[in-house]
């Protein structure tokens, strides 16, 4: 089944801000929006936005997310050492009937 | 608090069966769909599918139809996924994953390994 398209790695200093992206088609992430998942190697999954940009609580305001058209961002400022991680999105296929992710970007802090 | 709790780890022959469980807690069992997840070594996130935990509505992935199926024990709060005719592709973390509007609430995950 067809995913969702990600970078596979950004990289950023500690501090600065990064932006992942995320790009699908109008029966996904033009849909009814995208949710964002944080996943540290070896533990489940974590979510941190979803339909577009709705944090759940105790999630950090230093991430944000939003939507254009069929692609997704989520954005992370003041980069932090722990925020390095996996990063996926995803997205109900309405055409699909089916949940669809990302392939992942990795995000290295420096 | 909302738990869903998964035990162990599985290791099964090629051509085998497994039967994964999720058991959930501090929440409404019945107002919740519950999802399957699962995630190769080293690889991606991948849908398998769910099941609406109050009426028992089921719906698969197309990748595992005819393979997979989904159950729940209402009187245990618990949520099963059985994969049929394993093979070596199939070894991965099976998560399960509540859901409204997104998955937010995963269990920690249970390892099947497939090989002979």
Not at chain 1, 25 to 39: C, D, E, K, M, R
Not at chain 2, 86 to 99: I, P, Q
Request: aromatic residues 12%; contains cysteine.
């Amino acid at each position: 089944q067809a995913g969702l398209t990600q970078p596979p790695s950004v990289s950023k200093g500690l501090r600065q801000t990064a932006t992942l992206t995320c790009t699908g088609n109008s029966t996904n992430v033009g849909y009814q929006g995208t949710a964002w998942l944080q996943q540290h190697q070896g533990h489940p999954p974590k979510l941190l936005s979803y339909r577009n940009n709705n944090r759940p609580s105790g999630i950090s305001e230093r991430f944000s997310a939003s939507r254009s058209g069929n692609t997704a961002s989520l954005t992370i400022t003041g980069l932090q050492p722990e925020d390095e991680a996996d990063y996926y999105c995803s997205a109900w296929d309405n055409s699909l009937t089916a949940w669809v992710f990302g392939a992942g970007t990795k995000l290295t802090v420096l | 608090q909302v738990q869903l709790e998964q035990f162990g780890a599985e290791v099964k022959k090629p051509g085998a069966s497994v039967k994964v469980s999720c058991q959930t807690s501090g929440y409404t069992f019945t107002a919740y769909n519950i999802h399957w997840v699962r995630q190769a070594p080293g690889q991606g996130l991948e849908w398998m599918g769910w099941i609406d935990a109050g009426n028992g509505y089921r719906r698969y992935s197309q990748k595992f139809q005819g393979r997979v199926t989904i159950t729940r024990d209402t009187s245990a709060n618990t949520v099963y996924m059985e994969l049929d005719s394993l093979r070596s592709e199939d070894t991965a973390v099976y998560y399960c994953a509540r859901e409204v509007n997104a998955f937010d609430y995963w269990g920690q995950g249970t390892l099947v390994t497939v090989s002979s």
